[in-house]
């Protein structure tokens, strides 16, 4: 048992860990690097690309003792189908969205393409964050029935011509053998997202690349990618299915509705490059505390029947959700709190083995409505050829959980039985992480019960409106963890 006391100038907040309750192991948390990732890349001081590298990757510390970085140990890269090389007549309207191919139209390849979205994945390996994926949007433009990185017509169905399913993972498994042989393995391979929204536009009207796929489309394309995976001996995996919403996996209607089920009865589990994972999408499942526990929990009952484990793999706050029923713009500390109870719901309710952020940078502001990204990117020029970057209050409340939750780590129970206080705690041999999110207003006293361990080295680091992860060491008994009223504390114990 560890005991944290103090004065009774804040509430006392006994939280109980029983280390023999196990629960998921932890595989990775991470984030993406899509879309202004190129042109940053490219074209932004080494000196900017540098520090937002060391913010997502490090896992050193500063002279004072608090991280650097938040340590990622997943990385996702975008594998574009070639709407950049079409410019204005891709469609899309905005050219940061539109990306490039490693394929040309004859066949060959070029392999200079996408190369700041590189810079920051070879960055990524060089941090040594751990798991890599590549997923695509949209299949090259030119194996596409319309010629365009997302459809014209609402129908359903994949964009993908029927005859081409094993061009399209040829490339696929071509461009993860040329970077293989450059040293920048990719654990996973994902070439289906969000296969329920139809991605129709009028032509001209386009926001980015995607494609609808129906159950049997994707079972197809996952047969085709690990026949071509196969025929190279590939050390690769196939991740499914991105989901564009959690539902879709185990319920709601359509051609891409109870994916688990469909996918499993399907076949594709036996594929020796698919694991039993299912990849899907926190959007749209965030509003209110009941409803997004229950789709969770609905969603681990299912994956557990079918002997599946489920990964988180793309969320920011898309809808309102993270508004909590509140009028009016929301504190970039608001937005990161909101964040940090997903990912709780996740893993606690969710059993999410790995948990993934979508785009870690986008333009906006740092101090209010954060809602979309890890760090504010504030251009210099409309080409967005240079620019600085402010880190915001989302990438260290995901750094509470991505640096000290280690892949390997193994959730136990925790509680804290109080509903503003969520609490989830991880183990490895050496380890107890405790992860606290006061939603409350009102600063607590933590008393931590660890049943089955003993533990006596203890420091914390704190997250609020006045601190990034920053290092508290608890040196005696008389000393105490601190949770400050809107903040996320992660205490690591040895």
């Known amino acids: 048992m560890l005991l944290m006391t103090a004065a009774f100038a804040h509430a006392q907040q006994l939280i109980t860990i029983d ?19 190129e042109g940053i890349g490219k074209y932004w001081s080494p000196e900017v690309r540098e520090q937002m590298a060391r913010w997502l990757f490090s896992k050193g510390f500063k002279k004072d003792g608090s991280p650097e970085g938040i340590g990622l140990s ?9 709407t950049a090389e079409q410019g204005d007549s891709s469609g899309i309207k905005d050219f940061r969205k539109r990306v490039e191919c490693f394929m040309k139209p004859d066949g060959t390849f070029d392999w200079s393409k996408q190369s700041g979205y590189l810079w920051f994945t070879k960055k990524a390996r060089a941090y040594g964050v751990e798991t890599l994926i590549a997923f695509s949007n949209t299949p090259p433009v030119w194996m596409n029935g319309n010629g365009l990185g997302y459809k014209t017509a609402k129908d359903y169905r994949s964009n993908l011509k029927v005859d081409q399913y094993s061009a399209y993972a040829d490339f696929l498994t071509r461009v993860y053998q040329h ?10 391979i994902s070439p289906v997202n969000e296969p329920q929204w139809d991605w129709s536009h009028p032509y001209g009207d386009a926001d980015q690349e995607g494609s609808a796929w129906t159950n049997s489309e994707v079972v197809h394309i996952a047969g085709a990618l690990d026949t071509a995976l196969s025929r190279v001996h590939a050390n690769t995996k196939i991740l499914l299915s991105e989901a564009g919403n959690l539902e879709y996996l185990y319920a709601q209607s359509g051609t891409a509705s109870h994916q688990i089920q469909a996918l499993k009865t399907g076949g594709v589990y036996n594929l020796s490059h698919v694991p039993a994972i299912i990849g899907g999408h926190s959007y749209f499942t965030d509003k209110g505390d009941s409803s997004r526990r229950s789709i969770r929990a609905h969603l681990a009952d299912t994956a557990a029947k079918y002997g599946l484990q489920y990964w988180q793999t793309e969320y920011c706050m898309l809808a309102d959700g993270y508004k ?12 990161a709190l909101f964040l940090a109870k997903v990912i709780h719901d996740d893993f606690v309710y969710g ?14 502001r740092a101090d209010m409505d954060t809602r979309y990204y890890l760090v504010a990117l504030h251009p210099k020029n409309k080409e967005y050829k240079d620019g600085t970057v402010t880190a915001v209050k989302n990438l260290w409340a995901l750094g509470q959980y991505s640096r000290f939750v280690r892949p390997g780590m193994q959730r136990v129970t925790a509680e804290s039985g109080d ?3 969520l609490v989830s705690a991880y183990v490895s041999k050496k380890q107890t992480v405790l992860v606290c999110v006061n939603y409350g207003e009102e600063a607590k006293v933590v008393n931590v019960d660890v049943k089955g361990r003993k533990l006596s080295n203890v420091k914390y680091y704190r997250t609020s409106k006045d601190e990034d992860m920053k290092l508290h060491v608890v040196h005696g008994k008389n000393e105490h963890v601190e949770l400050t009223g809107r903040s996320v504390v992660t205490v690591v114990m040895e």
Not at 179 to 188: A, I, M, Q, R, V
Not at 324 to 335: E, F, H, N, Y
């Open 351 to 364: 059993n999410a083995s790995a948990w993934q952020f979508w785009n870690s940078w986008e333009p906006g």
């Open 74 to 82: 997943s990385w996702r890269f975008n594998i574009g189908g070639g």
């Open 324 to 335: 909590d029923g509140l009028d009016g713009p929301r504190t970039a500390m608001d937005c």
């Open 179 to 188: 970077f293989d042989k450059e040293g920048l393995h990719f654990d996973y």
């Open 419 to 421: 509903a503003s206080l």
């Open 19 to 37: 280390v023999n309750k196990k629960a998921q192991v932890i595989d990775n948390i991470g984030s993406s690097g899509a879309w202004f990732s």
